[in-house]
DNA sequence: TAGGCCATCTGGTCCT
DNA sequence: AGGACCAGATGGCCTA
């Protein structure tokens, strides 16, 4: 994987300068809806033999389609701001340059390994309490110590740190 | 220039 | 019914 350091990307959004607009010029926005659709190759979509849902207008079903393309926008920046918010908490040798999604996630999952190791090594495989869980977070927490336990006797907390630090510094590399 | 990563659009499906 | 979620398509930006 490469290590990249992004500018400011400008990217066109159709939808924000159409829902901006005036009722009068979201035709514009519909031509231009219309003409992306075109593009796109149809033999490449799911078949579908469902009759057309919602029989609206062209413009109306155009105007649909701008919201929920600003939905999906918001959407999309929701669960990017969480991306950057687990990178802030990933210990990481990057600090200069942006962990991508795979690799934060793959980190992530290897971080909470390694401490969940530490924590059953501490605490002498004796489960922690945890407060307001019911009787079902609990064994679902105690499945997952003992499969941790059972992990642990193959392979030291030592163990897990070092291969979670090994990654760390492979993706430093950009492998 | 190729390949990786990403944002955005899009239509289908699921959920409330 | 309408919004949320999902996955495929597309195209831009960046680096090796």
């Known amino acids: 994987m490469k290590a990249k350091s992004k500018g400011t990307k ?5 939808a924000q300068d159409a829902l901006g607009q005036e009722p009068t010029q979201n035709s ?7 003409r ?6 149809p033999e490449s979509r ?17 105007m649909r389609r701008l919201e929920s393309n600003e939905r999906e926008r918001q959407r999309m920046h929701k669960l990017n701001n969480a991306f950057q918010a687990l990178r802030e908490v990933i210990p990481h040798v990057r600090a200069e ?20 190791s530490t924590v059953l090594r501490m605490s002498n495989g004796h489960l922690p309490v945890v407060e307001g869980s019911g009787s079902s977070g609990r064994s679902k927490l105690y499945e997952h110590y003992q499969q941790q336990q059972q992990q642990s006797r193959e392979e030291e907390p030592a ?12 993706f430093r590399q950009g492998s």
């Open 28 to 34: 514009e926005a519909a031509l231009k809806c219309s």
């Open 10 to 14: 400008h990217r066109h959004v159709v």
């Open 159 to 170: 163990e897990q740190l070092q291969k979670y630090s090994t990654q760390i510094h492979s």
């Open 97 to 116: 340059n942006k962990l991508s999604k795979i690799e934060t996630l793959t980190l992530a999952k290897n971080y909470i390994k390694s401490l969940t």
């Open 46 to 62: 799911k078949a579908s033999t469902r009759p057309a849902k919602r029989p609206w207008s062209s413009k109306e079903r155009c």
């Open 36 to 41: 992306r659709t075109e593009k796109r190759n």
